[in-house]
């Protein structure tokens, strides 16, 4: 519980970065969309790669 | 962008600055530049993608303190100088190629779009200056600023990236020239660096170097963890590897959309041949699998699924997309080659977007790591795959690209070398380059079989 | 504007002759390394001093290419398909020869390591001479304008190619022994700088001793050339070299290693400079001058606009790099490798591990 309330900003950046980003690479084509949509994209990337490896859950011994 | 109809008005247009015409092995030319591509590209990707993983194990050493990221990280960093090493070999043989095969394409314009090569150059150098200083710098140089001499790798691996897809950007859609009595003139090269196309190349290759080098590495470590290896230096490995990879396929399938639009604009024979489409209509459909028959100008044995070519190129289910008969069949590429090419690419990458769906949501909402042994097993099978796809992409888009060197204005057969004996040329370098991909295989081997306590031995370590 | 370039063109010919050429130099000593227990410390200081600037000392080559094809674009497709051999040819020997420095530690056996260890040789051999025989064709007049207008035998395989391409792979190995020399005095290895001083001296005097012969091969075979040589800027470029190699020599004697570093590297860069001055106002003899060679005016000054702005990245890096090497805060280990490439055990000297 207390991990996933540490991770809830950098969760809730990385899905809005994608759901945002997403929307104005399909919806538009003007350059300047294009590298918002791009440029969100990769902040979704970016922002994912600290989720999803984090070091509390790299430290996570399983079975 | 001219229209399928003065396409060829344009070409006839350009003589080459070298005088007279191509010369005989143009096949074959074609042949071995394709080889030392599909060679250097998957090291391409390694460029882009690896430095960032390396920076990000990085730092979770300096966030953790805990050595055994610093292990994986410099047991990442030997890798990554032997994969950059090879890179600047191929890349140095590349860099031949356009001058010993298509010297009348360098010839003509070179002064085009040469500058975007004088650049890529220049980043190259400090890419490799700054590689030398990072992976021999470790416990060299002081904790923080070690760190921060992997930063401009990364930059470069972008700005190289850049660079070398502006030309071939330009390569589809040329701009910043004109054609006055045969001649090439007036050349712009701002312009014909940042030429239209660039946007969506560079973003669909930057994202497909994510993958391809973040599968390959998970691919090393899944099968770690197939054998029992679950240590958290090798969960790490597999982590974050597949951290990067998973959650640049999303991405990349929305930048292949981004391609697949503007190629209907700038390219539509290109896109036709994806197809296959024999005439222009609207609410074209898309065919998956089946034979493209050149004399009936017909795919065969297919399976048709309805309006969804216009709606993939256009975004409208009734939009209008050209076919291959607008133009004269010499003017259009291999179609099979290239709608195998494309299919296979589309279908690994929904392939791959799938695993990395299903691996991103597990970690994130259920907070642990797949259980399956399928999972671990489709990521092994992940990193040949996605090499597969960067081919598969590359073939596409440039054997679609032909008969032409330079889209419009200069057929492949123009440009080529008149020398004759290109296939002795050719057999050296099949050699040449097997041997060379048994002896990195061999090589990278025997580092990963080196246990990872050799990468922490006790050195003395700079305090700062 | 085309001036500009064609210098930068020679800036980088010349970096690359004493950079790359030094470290081409310093797989020519591996070769000759010997045995198991001198050999061995000769080949790990090689590996210790090439290790980390190797990418970088190669970089140059692809700049000067990439130069040429932007700047002189007729003149590199002309050169690129006449000297079609001999630039494959050094092609392949770039391949093979950055596989096998990578591969020389991992032999298994000692065949496997002296095959590793023979291709590196050989290919350190091969490049230099086939970039100095291509040099040797275009100085001499045998490359014309057009696609593959030339022979391509007779144009690299001629006296005055044969006589650069061996000049290239002496200059060479005349360059890496007096870095290594240096290179062994920062190891702590004292009788090595000695076995790297007798091997300098010997190269330097060979070395002088063909490029004096060799203008007498040049005067038979290229006349204007030697023309070229021996007038004006030519002339001036060969002397300063000349003098500049016996200075070396002196200091090398003198077992100061810091200034003959310098001067080693300025006769090589100054008889680079001499080939291109002979040659003006040509860039291919005797057909296209460097005015009808250039690119158009807007090319070459934005090649050269990119390229400064290039340069302000690149200097200081480049001067980073340069300065942690010669300080010493990147060296590796210095261990003395046996003939498969591999630190000799300190209890069981000679023996594989």
């Known amino acids: 519980m207390r991990e996933q309330f540490r991770g809830r900003p950098l969760l809730t950046v990385t899905i809005v970065c994608f759901v945002l980003g997403s929307a104005v690479m399909i919806l538009f084509d003007a350059p300047l969309a294009r590298i918002v949509g791009v440029a969100l994209l990769f902040g979704f990337v970016v922002s994912g790669v600290f989720l999803v490896a984090d070091p509390a859950f790299l430290a996570r011994d399983e079975e | 962008m001219p229209d399928a109809a003065l396409l060829t008005l344009a070409a006839e247009r350009v003589s080459g600055a070298l005088g007279g015409a191509g010369g005989p092995d143009a096949i074959l030319a074609r042949r071995m530049q394709a080889l030392s591509l599909a060679v250097h590209i998957p090291i391409v990707c390694f460029g882009i993608a690896f430095p960032a993983m390396i920076l990000f194990v990085e730092g979770l050493y300096l966030r953790t303190g805990d050595v055994t990221y610093k292990a994986l990280a410099k047991r990442w960093s030997k890798v990554a100088i032997t994969i950059f090493a090879v890179g600047v070999v191929t890349g140095t043989i590349l860099s031949f190629e356009f001058g010993l095969l298509w010297p009348n394409f360098m010839a003509t314009f070179g002064e085009v779009f040469g500058v975007g090569f004088g650049l890529e150059g220049i980043s190259f150098f400090i890419e490799a200056i700054f590689i030398a200083v990072y992976v021999y710098g470790w416990d060299r140089l002081p904790r923080r600023t070690h760190f921060l001499t992997g930063i401009p790798v990364v930059i470069t691996g972008f700005t190289g990236s850049f660079l070398v897809m502006g030309v071939n950007a330009w390569m589809n859609d040329p701009v910043g020239f004109k054609v006055v009595d045969g001649k090439v003139v007036d050349p712009k090269p701002w312009e014909a660096l940042l030429a239209p196309n660039l946007g969506h190349e560079l973003t669909h290759m930057y994202f497909a170097g994510y993958m391809v080098a973040g599968f390959i590495v998970a691919g090393v470590y899944a099968t770690a963890w197939l054998r029992g290896r679950r240590d958290l230096y090798h969960r790490a490995g597999l982590v974050v590897a597949l951290s990067f990879a998973c959650l640049a396929a999303a991405p990349q399938g929305l930048a292949g959309d981004w391609a697949g639009r503007r190629v209907a604009v700038s390219q539509p024979i290109k896109l036709a041949a994806f197809e296959g489409l024999p005439r222009t209509e609207n609410g074209a459909p898309f065919t998956i699998g089946g034979y493209y028959d050149a004399s009936d100008n017909k795919v065969k044995y297919g399976i048709e699924i309805p309006k969804l070519l216009s709606l993939l190129s256009d975004h409208n289910p009734s939009g209008r997309v050209v076919g291959l008969s607008s133009v004269p069949p010499g003017d259009r590429p291999p179609v099979n080659v290239v709608r195998i090419a494309f299919q296979t690419m589309a279908a690994i990458g929904t392939a791959l977007a799938l695993l990395s769906l299903l691996f991103v949501l597990t970690c994130v909402f259920r907070r642990r790591l797949p259980r399956t042994q399928w999972f671990y097993r489709a990521v092994v099978v992940a990193g040949p795959l996605s090499l597969v796809a960067l081919i598969a992409g590359w073939t596409a888009t440039e054997v679609g690209r032909q008969p032409w060197v330079v889209y419009g204005y200069m057929r492949t057969t123009a440009a080529v070398t008149r020398s004759d004996n290109l296939e002795i040329g050719f057999a050296f370098l099949v050699v040449v380059y097997v041997g060379l991909a048994g002896a990195v295989a061999w090589l990278l081997r025997r580092l990963a079989a080196r246990p990872p306590e050799t990468e922490v031995a006790p050195a003395r370590e700079v305090a700062g | ?353």
């Open chain 3, 1 to 353: 504007m085309a001036e500009v370039c064609l210098a930068l063109v020679v800036i980088g010919i010349a970096a690359y002759a004493v950079l790359g050429g030094a470290d081409f130099g310093g797989g020519f000593w591996d070769l000759s390394a010997g045995g198991a227990e001198g050999g061995g410390h000769l080949r790990g200081l090689v590996q210790r001093s090439m290790s980390p600037v190797w990418e970088a000392n190669h970089v140059w080559l692809i700049f000067v290419l990439v130069v040429v094809w932007t700047a002189f674009p007729v003149a590199f497709g002309s050169l690129m398909t006449t000297l079609a051999i001999p630039m494959f040819l050094a092609a392949v020997g770039i391949i093979f020869r950055g596989t096998a420095f990578a591969l020389r530690g991992h032999a298994a056996t000692i065949r496997e390591a002296r095959l590793i260890g023979a291709t590196f040789a050989l290919s350190s051999v091969l490049v230099p001479f086939c970039f100095g025989a291509a040099i040797g064709g275009i100085a001499s007049g045998r490359v014309p304008v057009g696609n593959q207008a030339g022979d391509t035998i007779t144009s690299w395989i001629n006296p005055t190619s044969v006589l650069i391409g061996v000049l290239a792979v002496l200059s060479g190995a005349y360059l890496a022994a007096v870095f290594l020399a240096g290179d062994a005095i920062r190891a702590g290895q004292p009788d090595l700088a000695r076995a790297f001083r007798t091997r300098a001296l010997g190269a330097g005097v060979v070395t002088g001793a063909v490029a004096l012969g060799g203008l007498l091969v040049i005067r038979s075979d290229a006349r204007a050339l030697f023309d070229g040589l021996t007038s004006g800027g030519g002339l001036v470029a060969v002397l300063v070299s000349a003098v500049a190699g016996a200075v070396t020599l002196g200091l090398v004697a003198s077992e100061r290693y810091g200034p003959a570093r310098i001067s080693a590297a300025g006769a090589v860069a100054a008889i680079t400079v001499g080939w291109v001055l002979a040659q003006d106002p040509y860039v291919l003899p005797p057909s296209l001058t460097l005015d009808q060679a250039a690119a158009s005016n807007t090319t070459l000054i934005t090649l050269v606009v990119a390229l400064a702005i290039g340069a302000i990245f690149l200097v200081p890096s480049l001067w980073y790099l340069y300065r942690l090497v010669l300080q010493g805060r990147l060296d590796q280990e210095f261990e003395p490798l046996h003939q498969r490439f591999q630190p000799i055990p300190d209890d069981d000297a000679g023996a594989p591990s």
